[in-house]
Each structure stands twice: as C-alpha cells, then as structure tokens.
Nanobody
C-alpha cells in the first residue's frame, strides 16, 4: 500500500504564494510520475502540474508561469510552488502518484485565495 500525505495549504491573499508538499510512503518500487490536481467548488477535477521521474514537467495553461512543480526522487516527494495566486486558484489540491504498483491519491489540502 502507498500513502500520500499533502501539506502546505492554507489561506493567502491574492498575489501571495504557497508551497505544497506531497510525501509518498509505503511499498513503492518506482514512481513514474507525481503531480497535482485540483477541484474548485462546483467544478470538475483538473490537472495542475505533473513531473516525471526523469524530471519533465507539464502544466495547465492557467498556471503556467506562476506555478512550479519539482520533485525529490530519493524522498518520493513532490512540491508545488504557487506564486501570484489568484482567487480562481481556490480549490482542494490533490497529490497523485503513478507508481509501478498502481495509481494513488492523497486526501487533499485546501488552498483559499482571498481577493
């Protein structure tokens, strides 16, 4: 079994920054990629950013230039640095890990951006 534990969410004013972390633990043989999705109230889950084990990244158009995803393969941890936050970034952010033994999700961390 694999566990994903997110941290770093909270309340921030528009224009501010937050850094999310997601640590994976458990029976992980190899993590192929890890990333972040988010779900805003009344909206569907959407991809925010993903990073492969090789370091390649992909971002949603809405966060390009503002968010940066990074990872530490040795620690099975992924980070999401969020700058220039906007009220529309308000959502529950979920960590996702695609591993050699399956796909796993964290429980989510709430990010609230006030205007």
């Amino acid at each position: 079994q694999v566990q994903l534990v997110e941290s770093g969410g909270g309340l921030v004013q528009a224009g501010g920054s937050l850094r999310l972390s997601c640590a994976a633990s458990g029976s992980i043989f190899r993590t192929n990629n890890m990333g972040w999705h988010r779900q805003a109230p009344g909206k569907q889950l959407e991809l925010v950013a993903v990073i492969s084990s090789g370091g390649s990244t992909n971002y949603a158009d809405s966060v390009k230039g503002r968010f940066t995803i990074s990872g530490d393969n040795a620690k099975n941890t992924v980070y999401l640095q969020m700058n220039s936050l906007k009220p529309e970034d308000t959502a529950v952010y979920y960590c996702k890990a695609l591993t050699s033994i399956g796909t796993y999700w964290g429980k989510g961390t709430l990010v609230t951006v006030s205007s």
